[in-house]
């Protein structure tokens, strides 16, 4: 079975201190949940500060976005040994990242091929925008930010990726999507997609998270889905008692 993998994406909020503060309060509530992979995605200034307060912990950190090249002339930009020296995860192609930031199915591949490279599990985000799914173009545009974002991987080490799947019109807006709505995306459209890439063992093995607007209300209404082995939580993953009880919820 694949063990569920519960990730808290911070976006941009919390200052070191404020990170701090957050963590002590989730840091014995998550230790005990250890059935649950748990990852905290804090910004880029708190990784050092949160890493040196999970280590020995079993919690994973993760980072929201970086770069594909080693090194260079690149400002703004981190690259992939250097996320690893604190973390073990790297949010991909978030659609934060693609409609503000001009993140692109091609950079999505770039920056997959590079956390594979260094080690690091990658969480590549897909999903349809509101326009896309009232027009019945979620399989259609979630196909091809699959086959363009995960061409050339290798298929003996695919199934160290995560997949969220995200409906863009579920993000942050309170309207999640229904957990057999989003339950049939993942196993009638991602799935058979992964297994056309990587073979049907590979795409078994695969953990795809669903994404947007999860709550401690409806954490079990999607972790009871066949297809659905997690969660890629925003706003709820700020509030400890409710992350919390979202990463319970997913103790299979
Ligand atoms: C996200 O940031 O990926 C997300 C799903 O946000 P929220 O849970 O707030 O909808």
Redesign the pocket.
């Known amino acids: 079975m694949r063990k569920s993998i519960v990730a808290g ?1 911070w ?1 941009m909020n919390k200052t070191v201190a404020e990170a701090r503060e957050l963590v002590s309060k989730l840091l014995s509530p998550l230790m005990e949940i250890i059935d649950v992979e748990r990852v905290l995605c804090p910004p880029f200034t708190s990784l050092f500060a949160v890493s040196s307060m999970l280590d020995g912990s079993g919690i994973g950190l993760g980072v929201q976005n970086m770069h594909w090249e080693e090194k260079g002339a690149f400002t703004g930009e981190i690259a992939p040994n250097m996320v690893k020296e604190l973390c073990n995860y790297v949010i991909i192609g ?1 659609s934060e990242r693609r409609t503000y930031f001009g993140e692109t199915n091609v950079t999505v591949n770039k920056k997959l091929h590079a956390a594979l490279k260094h080690d690091l599990t990658p969480i590549v985000c897909v999903g349809e925008t509101l326009d896309e799914y009232e027009s019945g173009r979620t399989s259609e545009v979630v196909l091809r930010q699959i086959n363009l974002g995960f061409a050339d991987v290798d298929p003996a080490i695919a199934s160290r990726i995560v997949v969220a799947y ?1 409906p863009v019109w ?3 807006t309170g309207k999640a999507s229904s957990g057999e709505n989003a339950n049939q995306v993942h196993g009638q459209v991602i799935r058979p997609a992964l297994s056309g890439l990587f073979g049907e063992e590979n795409a078994q093995a695969i953990r795809i998270q669903y ?4 709550t401690a209300a409806n954490a079990s209404e999607f972790f009871s889905q066949s297809d659905i082995d997690g969660a ?5 993953s700020l509030k400890p008692e409710e992350f919390t009880s979202i990463v319970k919820a997913a103790v299979k």
């Open positions: 994406n976006k978030h995200e579920a993000i942050g994404g947007g607007s999860v890629l939580v925003g706003g709820a």
